[in-house]
Nanobody, 126 residues
């Protein structure tokens, strides 16, 4: 059973930073492309960042480009999201996600993802 567990969400002031983590089990981590997807209040789910199996390719939403870095440690089966210069509009629940094997696609389309964690709450105050 694929399990994804996010952590690291918090309440921070605008301009602050957070590092989210996603620990995984039940899959051969380095065979799956991964993504961070967020759900902001009143909005549809939005792909924030995606990463290839080796980490050599990354993809970012325009709304976070230059402020966010996605990375992975395949030895630790863990996905990360470093977020800097946070804005109130970054507030939301952040999910770690991947697709059904074989999943090599780097995409920000939430519809492509079959496995999701429970999410971690990020709140950015003005």
């Amino acid at each position: 059973e694929v399990q994804l567990v996010e952590s690291g969400g918090d309440l921070v002031q605008a301009g602050g930073s957070l590092r989210l983590s996603c620990t995984t089990s039940g899959l051969t981590f380095d065979e799956y492309a991964m993504a961070w997807i967020r759900q902001s209040p009143g909005k549809e789910r939005e792909g924030v960042a995606g990463i290839s199996t080796t980490g050599s390719r990354t993809l970012y939403a325009d709304s976070v480009q230059g402020r966010v870095t996605i990375s992975r440690d395949n030895a630790k089966n863990t996905l990360y999201l470093q977020m800097n210069s946070l804005k109130p509009e970054d507030t939301g629940i952040y999910y770690c996600a991947t697709g059904r094997w074989p999943f090599k696609t780097v995409t920000l389309d939430p519809r492509r993802y079959a496995y999701w964690g429970q999410g971690t709450q990020v709140t950015v105050s003005p």
